[in-house]
Structures are given as C-alpha cells and as structure tokens.
C-alpha cells in the first residue's frame, strides 16, 4: 500500500508553489509555476500590473487559478498518487482579496470535471484584477478609518495595526467607494488564502484568524469582525466576509471537482489556509518567547507574544499555531540593501572584510551610533542617515570600522525597541532565528539559524 501524503500550497506573489511530504515529513514532491514565465499571457510583471498612477497595484484572480490548473496537470503526468492525499493546506500573500460574483458559489460546487477550473470559473469574479499587498492607493479610506474610530491608536487597539494602504478593508471601502455597482454584484469577499482554500473546497472557505488580522476589520481580542471597522469601510460587509475561524480549522472534504479529475481520496481533508507571515511562523515552529528574525531586502522580525500591546507600529495578529496568543510582525524596509552599500564603501565588497572590521571594534561601538535609511523606513518613518558620537553629537562620518558596527547595532537595537514597544520581554534566552547570524545578544536571546532551502 503506498504511503499517505500531504500537500502544502504557497499562493506568493510571483510563483505558485506546491510541496508534497510523507508521513515522516520527508519531501516527495515540489514543483512551482513561474507567473511572469510561465503565463505570459496576462503579462504580470513580478507577478503584478503596476498601474498609470504607480500606486495601484493589482494581479488577475484567473492568473492564480490557472496556475494551480498547470501544476495539478504536471503532477498528473508524473504520476504522482493524488488518492493517497490525505490533507492539504497553504499559504497566500497577505492583504490580497478576492470579490466573487452573486451567484458563484454554485458554479464553484458544480464545476465540471471535463474544464480546467479557469474555464469554469472565468465568469465568477466581480474584480478580474485583485488589490493585492504592494497597492497604497487608499491613503483617504485609510485616514477615514482611524477618524471613524477614533484615531490611529484606538485602531491598532481594535484590530492590531494603524490604518494601512495594503490592508483589505482599506481596499475594499475604495472598491465601494469609486465602483459601488461591482461592490453590489460582490457575493463573497475572500482573502488570497481563503480564496486558495475555497478552489479546493468547492466552497467558500471561511477567512482565518491570523489572515484576517490583516485586514483592519477583525477585533483580535475576541476574534471577531469590528462592528465600527465595517460601518466605516463598506456596509452589508459582514455578510460578504463571512464567519471567520481558527487558522487550523478542518474546513471539510476535498471538492468532488478534484476527485473525479485527479483521483484525489473523497476523505482528503481541506484544512484552513493563513496568510504568508503567519504561515512563516507556524513553518518555523516558534514558541512563546521565541524569535525569528528574516534578513532580506527588507528585514522581517516575527514573535510569539503572550500579552501584545498594539502600537502605531508594527502589527499585532492572532497566532495561526495558538488562537489565545498572538504574534508581533515588524518590517524594516532599509535591510540588505543598505547592509550592501556599507560592505561596499567600507569593506571594499567583501563580506570577509566586513566581518573582520565588525570583529575588531568593541559591543557598544564606544558609545558611537547611526542610523541608516536610504528609503524611507517603515518602522520608524525616517529617511537619511544619521550618525552620533558618544557626545550625543551629530557627524557627518565616522571611521570604516566604526561605521560597519554602527550599522548593524543600530538595526538590531531598532528591532528590539520596536518589539518591546509591541510586548516582547526577554523571558527565555533562546530563539530560532531565520537567516540570523548577528547580534542576537542584542536582543537578549541565542542564536539559533535554520537555512533555508
């Protein structure tokens, strides 16, 4: 008898991706389709359409189904055993929604085997060219949010975060705002996770927790839709977002769709899809009091917190792993690309070179600090940099040593007052980082580095 298996999805920006693993959590499959390579055809650049204005950013919702079609097919041709699946699950870029057409829901149950899904369900899509996190057009629905509750904290208070251009509720009082007829044709309202995980289902899968903390809608202390969030966003929009869930929820069966194509099992279970963010903390098995830190062109730092304290900061969203906590996100836009440029100026390139000038000055870099933001910061909004002695006075530069030390301690340092702003407290001197390798002493924990594959 063969073995069971299990699928995990990731719905990224660029690329849709499939992984399959055995009961002993060993790969036995993996492939992904590239949007901008392999469906030319709706011509996405990195996976999105950048319009006239630069400031909305949108991706076909038929772009993501048809992808899921290509890979299920390459799957099928290699002969990999769907009917030993025993249950699925995934991930999809966070904020990202969907607004599926009065009527869809049956379409979506009934779809016939004979049709790839994007065939079935091209006229099921109010919107055919989804908002997704890279837009920052709602800036006037993001400031009539905060007013409507009372400001910018009390919103962060509600919902975890301040009001944000990329958040779903932002996007959907613009949808209502400027197109108010598609809004009205709008059945359904899903996140790119749910609406991953209703293309399975054959229905419309509830939003989940975690996701659904990052839309400025959900109240995060009782897991439930603000009353005040959606009056001020768009109205009838409870009945459009549906009854959110637990992130690890068993949703139901799998669609017949999939079993008659594919030979998937009848019992292969659908459990809920998350949001990207979260998913990376679920994947990298942090506990309360861990830490994960992403160094990448911008850095991610990702906690388990206990008791959050939401800021004008940062995020606070429930825990997809435990629904009673939760988990701080912060971002920080100037990351290896500003590490980069002083390697450059200072260590002639080398990485070597910037570790031996980073050894050869002392923790504390003799009272000397900077701060460095090519672009605009996220957290703090801050641009330029700034660099101070030990005098607490303000110069222009510093030695090539001491500005490799400055740089890092300064980010680092960052991360950790902006994570206790959020309710991080040293409790336990222990951390999973993610790509970590300095300063974890900064933060008060060990470093542990997981590499990525």
């Not at 249950?87 to 990202?96: E, V, W």
Request: charge should be neutral; hydrophobic fraction near 40%.
């Amino acid at each position: 008898m063969a073995a069971p298996s299990f699928l995990g999805w990731d719905f990224s920006t660029q690329q849709l991706k499939v992984i399959a693993i055995d009961e002993h959590l060993r790969v036995i499959y993996e492939d992904n389709v590239n949007f901008d390579k392999d469906l030319p055809e709706f011509k996405t650049q990195g996976g999105a359409h950048v319009h006239g204005d630069r400031l909305t950013v949108t991706s076909p919702v038929l772009m993501w189904v048809k992808a899921l079609d290509m890979i299920l097919e390459k799957m099928k041709s290699s002969g990999f055993n769907f009917s030993q699946v025993r249950a699925l699950s995934g991930a999809g870029q966070q904020h990202g929604s969907v607004y599926w057409k009065k009527g869809s829901i049956q379409i979506l149950k009934n779809a016939s085997p004979k049709l790839p899904l994007h065939q079935a369900l091209k006229a099921c899509f109010a919107i055919s060219d989804s908002p997704i996190w890279m837009d920052s057009s709602t800036a006037s629905q993001c400031s009539a949010l905060e007013n409507a509750v009372g400001g910018a904290q009390r919103l962060a208070n509600i919902t975890g975060s301040r009001a944000y251009e990329r958040f779903t509720g932002n996007q959907i009082a613009k949808i209502y705002n400027q197109n108010p007829e598609v809004y009205a044709q709008t059945e359904r309202i899903s996140l790119v996770s749910s609406f991953a995980a209703s293309l399975f289902l054959g229905a419309y899968a509830p939003i989940d927790y975690s996701d659904g903390s990052g839309m400025n809608l959900l109240q995060i202390w009782d897991k439930s839709w603000s009353a005040s969030c959606l009056d001020a966003c768009a109205p009838e929009l409870v009945e459009k977002l549906g009854n959110p869930v637990p992130s690890h929820s068993v949703l139901g069966s799998i669609s017949p769709y999939y079993i008659q194509r594919y030979g998937f099992s009848p019992d292969c279970k659908i459990v809920a899809f998350t949001g990207d963010n979260p998913a990376s903390l679920a994947g990298m098995r942090l506990e309360e009091g861990d830490i994960a830190i992403s160094l990448g062109t911008s850095d991610t730092l990702f906690l388990w917190i206990q008791e959050p304290t939401p800021a004008l900061e940062g995020h606070i969203l429930c825990n997809p792993v435990d629904s009673q906590t939760y988990m701080a996100l912060l971002c920080f836009k100037n990351g290896s690309l500003m590490r980069e440029r002083i390697r450059n100026e200072c260590a002639s390139g080398s990485w070597d070179e910037f570790s031996k000038a980073l050894s050869s000055t002392v923790a504390g870099n003799n009272g000397n600090l900077g701060f460095y933001f090519d672009v605009m910061e996220i957290t703090p909004e801050a641009v330029g940099v700034h660099r101070f002695n030990s005098d607490n006075q303000k110069v222009l530069n510093f030695p090539k040593e001491v500005e490799i030390r400055a740089l890092i301690e300064g980010q680092f340092m960052a991360k950790r007052i902006h994570a206790e702003k959020l309710g991080y407290k040293v409790r336990r001197r222990k951390s999973k980082c993610f790509q970590l390798t300095l300063f974890p002493s900064l933060l008060g924990v060990r470093n542990f580095s997981e590499q990525a594959k």
